[in-house]
């Protein structure tokens, strides 16, 4: 029988400081910046939850909400909120602080796709999860939503391929 983890086995925090040559000319942190953090503790998430290697499959949209500046601190935290067979959905929530205020800032949500590989780097089986607070269930249960449209942008991009 397959295993199943508690959505809390795969929680993952991260605190980063804003500095200066992360952002663009208006004291902003670069979009790119936040995406590479995000890939960073979506990876960690869904190792800790595959209890082995994983690659990035994909990304959803990401929306920025509001800016972050330098000097703030930036917060991720990561959770696997779904499983197939051997993919995981995570989900990476951002949230910058200012330091002086204690003031705190969506910078925003994402849903990323990772996929356990062997040594061989072939996709390997994944346990499924398990929600156990109202939003984990709520992540649970809008996932396969997700996974439809993922599934509809796959075969669109695949049509386009050489
Ligand atoms: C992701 C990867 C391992 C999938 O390999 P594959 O041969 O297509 O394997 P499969 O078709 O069996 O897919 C494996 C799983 O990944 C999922 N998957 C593959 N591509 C996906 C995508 N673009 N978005 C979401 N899920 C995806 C499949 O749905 C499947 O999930 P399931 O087992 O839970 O049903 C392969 O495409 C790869 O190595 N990509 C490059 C990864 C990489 O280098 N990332 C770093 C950034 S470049």
Known sequence: MKTTLPMSYSKSIQTRLVLPPDTNHHQSIFGGKVLAYIDEIAAIAAMKHSQGEVVTASFDSVDFVSPAYAGDMIEL??????????????????????????????????????????????????????????????????????????????????????
């Open 77 to 162: 935290e990561a959770v696997v909120s779904g499983t197939g067979r051997t993919s995981m959905e995570v989900y990476v929530r951002v949230v910058s602080r200012n330091v002086k205020t204690g003031a705190k800032k969506l910078t925003t949500e994402s849903f990323v796709t990772m996929v356990a590989i062997d040594e061989n780097g072939n996709p390997k089986e994944v346990p499924g999860v398990e929600p156990e607070t109202d939003f984990e269930r709520h992540l649970f249960e809008t996932g396969p939503i997700r996974q439809e449209h993922r599934k509809q942008k796959r075969v669109l991009s695949k049509n386009r391929r050489a």
